[in-house]
């Protein structure tokens, strides 16, 4: 195992969508925090029926943020951004073109693998950048210290192993049917005590 296998994977899943350029991270909500940082977002809107880490990401940023209503299958937008949060979403040629979409490998998706996330984009230099910025500021395949780190980056990478673990299971979701999901599969985040206290 390689990070070979990382953009075997990177380019398997952004073919099977048809999005021009994929960016394999650890988890979606690492995909989405990485979005949120290279379009230096703000001021954005989430659905109150999601996931709750992605209202933790924003307060995580200290970005100005409000719940919204929206009866959403599969995906939804987050306001105020072209980030799309697709965790649950497994569509052949699924990209929405001009979005940052960020997928999850998470064990309950479709593609199961415990973990992992990806960015799907048709931007090069957004690709090129989000890259970077999962690999803890480096370019993959050279090594760091014949690098000139130039950027912040995160440690959000996927690993060789859960990207072999993609390739080998990728065909098999390609064939079966995805279940579909909708805001019925969440409760209301602000009933949570934590958002009714803090909601910014």
């Known amino acids: 195992m390689s ?21 394999a991270t650890d988890c979606c909500t690492h995909a989405i925090e990485l979005c949120l940082r290279h379009t230096e977002a703000n001021d954005i ?35 105020n951004t072209h980030i799309i949060d697709a965790a649950v979403y497994w569509q052949e040629n699924g990209y929405v073109p001009g979005s940052l979409m960020c997928l999850s490998f ?27 910025m999962s690999y803890d500021g480096r370019q993959p395949n050279v090594p760091w210290r014949e690098q000139d780190i130039s950027t912040i980056g ?8 859960t990207a072999k673990l993609g390739l080998d299971k ?22 949570m005590s934590i958002f009714k206290t803090k909601e910014l």
Do not use: C
Not at 3 to 23: G, L
């Open 154 to 161: 995160y440690h959000y990478y996927m690993t060789p192993e």
């Open 45 to 79: 809107e989430i659905p109150s029926r999601t996931y709750i880490s992605v209202p933790f990401t924003a307060e995580k940023l200290g970005l100005r943020w409000s719940f919204y209503d929206w009866e959403w299958k599969n995906y939804y937008p987050i306001g």
């Open 106 to 132: 998470q064990f309950q998706k479709h593609l199961s693998l415990g973990k992992g996330g990806m960015i799907l984009t048709d931007s090069l230099s957004d690709a090129v950048s989000l890259k970077k």
């Open 170 to 191: 990728l065909e098999q979701a390609k064939q079966s049917k995805p279940r579909e999901w909708g805001i019925k599969d969440w409760p209301d985040l602000r009933n």
């Open 3 to 23: 990070f070979d296998d990382v953009e075997r994977f990177e380019s398997e899943v952004a073919r099977f969508y048809n999005a021009p350029y994929a960016v």
